[in-house]
């Protein structure tokens, strides 16, 4: 088991600025890729970035790009995920998820998750 542990959720005026973190408590041996989703009530999940835990292939969805940046530290075994220009549409829940690969194929693909974090709560107001 790898637990996932969210924070840095929060309510901020559009324009605003949060970091996201996520933690994985158990040893991430060999490589994973790691995943950041977020779900707004009564929309689906939805994939908003990607990293491999080696730090390479890191990607932002097309809707985020220039204002979301993910990143992670294995020597803190934590992801990130900073958001910048905040906007209303992106108040949603924000989870973060692990699976085991070497390649972060198909990431925005929920079901090929193992590993998935309780969620931090994103708020933005106009």
């Known amino acids: 088991q790898v637990p996932l542990v969210e924070s840095g959720g929060g309510s901020v005026q559009a324009g605003g600025s949060l970091r996201l973190s996520c933690v994985a408590s158990g040893y991430l041996h060999s490589s994973y890729c790691m995943g950041w989703f977020r779900q707004a009530p009564g929309k689906p999940r939805e994939g908003v970035a990607r990293?491999?835990?080696?730090?390479?292939?890191?990607y932002v969805a097309d809707f985020v790009r220039g204002r979301f940046t993910v990143s992670q530290d294995n020597a803190k075994n934590t992801l990130y995920l900073q958001m910048n220009s905040l906007k209303p549409e992106d108040t949603a829940m924000y989870y973060c998820?692990?699976?085991?690969?070497?390649?972060?194929?198909?990431?925005?693909?929920?079901?090929?998750?193992?590993?998935w974090g309780q969620g931090t709560q994103v708020t933005v107001s106009s």
């Open positions: 990293i491999l835990s080696t730090g390479d292939s890191a």
């Open positions: 998820a692990a699976k085991g690969a070497t390649v972060c194929s198909d990431y925005a693909n929920t079901l090929g998750y193992t590993f």
